[in-house]
């Protein structure tokens, strides 16, 4: 079964921790990216990778960090630095013949 | 900025209607693809059109492409209340390697 996996589906954090979101795709894609959405918005971007141990960033990098050790993993850590990090978070991952980008399910991050 | 816009914002239509909604981009593109977000969910690709196409369809959808006016739309024909959802597009630019998506169309279908 292929596809792109996310978890937690729902994350809850206190003030002043860090934590990580975990993405882990089958699809053998070497691009993969991370965004952000916010009630009634569209996405942005935080990081994104295309090929293991690179990344950049991307829009909204601020209080984010992102490692890439495994092409099927790319997981995502919301520093204490991120002043507003309530939101959902999706991961995507690439094809690299007509850049088709496919979705997690995404996980939806709480601050208490 | 290279951000798609989805227009309109919201749309609201009967069962067996069809619906149009409408993307605008700033740059030249690769490609754009079509996006539906059911709510709390992820995004499910839809469809991919690339710059040198003008009209794709796959089941119930057709996408056009206007490079010259650089916008697209989405039919979605004989709507079924299991479309409601919310639509995005996307855009990926001739240069660089990110994605641009707009804010999205919310439909609702009625029963």
């Known amino acids: 079964d292929g596809g792109i996996t996310q978890s937690p589906k729902y994350l809850f954090r206190k003030e002043g921790q860090n934590v990580t979101l975990s993405c882990e795709q089958n699809l053998n894609h070497d691009a993969m990216y991370w965004y952000r959405q916010d009630p009634g918005q569209g996405l942005r971007l935080i990081y994104y990778s295309q090929i293991v141990n690179d990344f950049q960033k991307g829009d909204i990098a601020e209080g984010y960090s992102v490692s890439r050790e495994k092409k099927e993993s790319f997981p995502l850590t919301v520093t204490s630095a991120q002043k507003n990090p309530t939101a959902f978070y999706l991961c995507?991952?690439?094809?690299?013949?007509?850049?088709?980008?496919?979705f997690g399910p995404g996980t939806r991050l709480t601050v208490l | 900025s290279q951000q798609g816009e989805e227009d309109p914002q919201a749309l609201s239509i009967q069962e067996g209607e069809n619906a149009t909604m409408n993307c605008s981009y700033k740059t030249s593109i690769n490609n754009l693809q079509w996006y539906r977000q059911n709510s709390g969910r992820g995004l499910v690709h839809l469809i991919l059109?690339?710059?040198?196409?003008r009209e794709k369809h796959s089941g119930r959808l057709r996408v056009t492409l206007d490079t010259s006016k650089k916008s697209s739309s989405l039919l979605i024909t004989a709507s079924r209340a299991a479309d409601t959802a919310s639509y995005f597009c996307?855009?990926?630019?001739?240069?660089?390697?990110?994605?641009?998506f707009g804010t999205g169309t919310s439909l609702t279908v009625i029963p």
């Open positions: 059109i690339r710059s040198n196409e």
């Open positions: 996307a855009t990926d630019a001739k240069t660089g390697n990110q994605f641009y």
């Open positions: 995507a991952s690439t094809t690299a013949v007509y850049n088709e980008q496919f």
